[in-house]
């Protein structure tokens, strides 16, 4: 069964503090997503990587960058946090054959800037 | 633009009776479709997917959807509903982008 695996479940950071989100997936996944979760907005892409060292942008990357250093390993950094980017944020794999791969999810990181 | 749309922020029925989760969506070319759910505190898990082929879709927990090209709808059904299925679901395309939500609240 696949896990990915969010490093915090809570994280309450102060307005201007650098962040990092970390996500790890267990399946040797290619294809790793992260998104924002807001009432009445549903889920918003935020950045995607189809591969190590490789990234794309989603919907709204602004404020945010992402790396990939490793294929398990993805992480999301808010440079300079802002209230604005009070959240939960989810975190998800898929394999890499096309595009009919369901994702699978972490549990999600509910992070408040304050 | 290819797009998901989930017309009800909100759908509540008794326990027992049948339910459905609406969900249209605008696409060019095959519109390879998901449905997930979400509990509370939890990530999303994936319940049933739409790729080509029988347009009826069977899927986890009991759980259906039902593709119409004509009417660009896949919603979600079930013949009889537990409070237990009260959660978050979500319609999203192959592209990764998701509908708004919709709550489900299935009362005893």
């Known amino acids: 069964d696949v896990k990915v695996t969010q490093s915090s479940r809570y994280l309450v950071k102060r307005t201007g503090e650098k962040v990092f989100l970390e996500c790890v997936q267990d399946m040797d996944h290619e294809n790793m997503f992260w998104y924002r979760q807001d009432p009445g907005l549903g889920l918003r892409l935020i950045y995607f990587?189809?591969?190590?060292?490789?990234?794309e942008k989603g919907d709204i990357p602004e404020g945010y960058s992402v790396s990939r250093e490793k294929k398990e390993r993805f992480s999301l950094i808010l440079e300079s946090a802002s209230t604005n980017q009070t959240s939960m944020y989810l975190c998800?794999?898929?394999?890499?054959?096309?595009?009919?791969?369901?994702?699978?999810f972490g549990n999600g990181t509910r992070l408040t800037v304050t | 633009a290819q797009s998901v749309a989930q017309p009800e922020d909100q759908v509540n029925v008794a326990e027992g009776n049948p339910l459905t989760v609406k969900c249209t969506y605008s696409?060019?070319?095959?519109?390879?479709l998901f449905w997930y759910v979400q509990y509370p505190n939890r990530g999303l898990q994936f319940l049933l997917k739409?790729?080509?082929?029988?347009?009826l879709v069977k899927g986890s927990y009991g759980f259906e959807a039902e593709f119409n090209k004509s009417q660009t709808s896949f919603h979600l059904k079930k013949p009889s509903a537990l409070v237990s299925d009260s959660a978050l679901y979500f319609c999203?395309?192959?592209?990764?982008?998701f509908g708004a939500g919709t709550r489900l609240t299935v009362k005893p």
């Open positions: 998800a794999s898929s394999p890499g054959q096309g595009r009919n791969s369901p994702l699978h």
């Open positions: 999203s395309l192959k592209d990764m982008r």
């Open positions: 739409y790729i080509t082929g029988d347009n």
């Open positions: 696409v060019s070319g095959n519109p390879y």
């Open positions: 990587s189809y591969d190590v060292k490789m990234k």
